[in-house]
């Protein structure tokens, strides 16, 4: 794998054949000190996390369960927004790999016929000043061939929807590479304004009707795409435009 992705942003991989959780262990490797661009990759993980407290299932060796190690001079507020970098580079890594057309339901979700393929969980150290680091897992269903019952019938994987295995490496190095342009776009505008239209180009809840789940009220408005923070500019019915914030609220498509 490393062979693959020599010369690039990746310094470092870091594989278990079993961890807890590659975040975890990431988090744990950045605080020692291990470099910007360091890989941490399992076959297997026992205790994979998923956003909002919830458990992502992680069975051995059928999927990609991966977090990368980042220490980008920006604000800590800026860090969200390497959510939907990720988001981007999954989706150019999978048209790649496997010639499937996939979307990006906001903020970093990718879909396919409704169905997630792949979920994406930032964590950051900060202070006020800026980042000790940020680390970004990345979980692809790449060969699960069925799901536990708790996750029903809203999850898929790329053998699923393509008929045929994936070559995990390949697809890592490929969502990779993508990672490695986009990152840079990013970083040279410090948001993503470089990055909005393309974004929007892949989005599924573009142009819809989405409900917004907001703990002060929920609201129904028309999804006109994200702005270069990455917030989701919302139309709501009475005509005017909200912006919804990442991890504040759940937007669903209805
Ligand atoms: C979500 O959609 O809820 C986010 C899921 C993120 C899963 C990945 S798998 C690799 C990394 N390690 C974890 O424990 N979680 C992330």
Not at 61 to 78: A, E, K, N, V, W
Not at 125 to 141: F, P, Q, W
């Amino acid at each position: 794998l490393m062979s693959s992705m020599e010369g690039g942003f990746i310094k470092k991989i870091v594989y278990y054949e079993e961890t807890d959780s590659t975040n975890i262990r990431a988090r744990k490797l950045a605080e020692e000190g291990a470099p910007d661009g360091t890989l941490v990759v399992t076959d297997f993980q026992n205790a994979g996390r998923g956003r909002r407290g919830r458990m992502w299932v992680s069975p051995s060796g059928t999927g990609i369960f991966m977090s990368l190690i980042l220490r980008p001079d920006i604000l800590p507020s800026s860090a969200s927004m390497l959510t939907l970098v990720a988001a981007l580079a999954v989706y150019d890594g999978i048209k790649e790999t496997t010639g499937l057309e996939t979307v990006i339901k906001w903020p970093n979700d990718i879909v396919a016929e409704g169905k997630k393929l792949c979920g994406i969980l930032t964590e950051m150290s900060a202070e006020l000043e800026g980042i000790h680091y940020v680390v970004t897992g990345i979980g692809i269903n790449a060969n699960m061939t069925e799901f536990p019952e708790e996750v029903g019938e809203s999850a898929t994987s790329l053998s699923i929807m393509t008929g045929g295995p994936v070559r995990r490496s390949r697809l890592i190095a490929a969502v990779m590479k993508a990672y490695e342009g986009y990152y840079e776009k990013f970083k040279s505008c410090g948001s993503l304004a470089g990055l909005m239209d393309v974004y929007n180009e892949h989005m599924a809840n573009l142009g819809r009707e989405v409900k917004v789940l907001d703990p002060a009220g929920a609201y129904t408005g028309k999804a006109l795409g994200i702005d270069e923070k990455g917030e989701l500019i919302v139309e709501k019915a009475d005509g005017k435009v909200v912006r919804v914030v990442s991890g504040e609220v759940s937007v669903r498509g209805i």
